[in-house]
T-cell receptor, first 112, second 117 residues
Framework: AQTVTQSQPEMSVQEAETVTLSCTYD???????LFWYKQPPSRQMILVIR??????QNATENRFSVNFQKAAKSFSLKISDSQLGDAAMYFC?????????FGTGTRLTVIP | GAVVSQHPSRVICKSGTSVKIECRSL??????MFWYRQFPKQSLMLMAT?????????EQGVEKDKFLINHASLTLSTLTVTSAHPEDSSFYIC?????????????FGPGTRLTVT
């Protein structure tokens, strides 16, 4: 099965705190890429971070980092020092043969 | 860099008419572009993969005669919804994959809200 699962439909975090969004996936491929996209209320999809499956080192982009566990097929996103502008839907994605498979999304609320 | 534009952002059309949506990669070339549909509070549903110079590949259940895709150049793909019906009302999003990319990431347009009356 070529699925991406986000088990948390909604999450909330206090401003300046840290939150982790979970994502698991299924694949029979050995080489692939993983992504987290953010969709704020404007509905513009924004690439947050990417991870190459053959790299063991977890990707980091400023306040965003991932915890990639290849054997467990897990790819969680950690947001540090949460800001009000981080409030959005977050979609985890995995490359397929020629496209991206997305999870169902996690809505993140940031509490001032 | 990696900007994708989409036009129009909103369109209202009458049932039975056709409407065209344009997707442009502004600062990179993209042999491959994608068209998605997103229902309220749901994930993106891939409709078709658009390839410059060849026919689009449609996902199962998507009517190719209703959703016409033309990838006219390395920076432009269009989606035409033909004989639109109210059930076609939705949010349509395009994306483009840079030819220079090795990681297959996609950059998304801002979306088009289609309302069919």
């Amino acid at each position: 099965a070529q699925t991406v699962t986000q088990s948390q439909p909604e999450m909330s975090v206090q401003e300046a705190e840290t939150v982790t969004l979970s994502c698991t996936y299924d694949t029979s491929e050995s080489d692939y890429y993983l992504f987290w996209y953010k969709q704020p209320p404007s509905r513009q999809m924004i690439l947050v971070i990417r991870q190459e499956a053959y790299k063991q080192q977890n990707a980091t982009e400023n306040r965003f980092s991932v915890n990639f566990q290849k054997a467990a097929k897990s790819f969680s996103l950690k947001i540090s020092d949460s800001q009000l502008g981080d409030a959005a839907m977050y979609f985890c994605g995995r490359t397929g043969a020629n496209n991206l498979f997305f999870g169902t999304g996690t809505r993140l609320t940031v509490i001032p | 860099g990696a900007v994708v534009s989409q036009h129009p952002s909103r369109v209202i059309c009458k049932s039975g008419t056709s409407v065209k949506i344009e997707c442009r990669s502004l600062d990179f070339q993209a042999t491959t572009m994608f068209w998605y549909r997103q229902f309220p509070k749901q994930s993106l549903m891939l409709m078709a993969t658009s390839n410059e110079g060849s026919k689009a590949t449609y996902e199962q259940g998507v009517e190719k005669d209703k959703f016409l895709i033309n990838h006219a150049s390395l920076t432009l793909s269009t989606l035409t919804v033909t004989s639109a019906h109210p059930e076609d009302s939705s949010f349509y999003i395009c994306s483009a994959r840079p030819d220079s990319s090795y990681s297959y990431e996609q950059y998304f347009g801002p979306g088009t809200r289609l309302t069919v009356t």
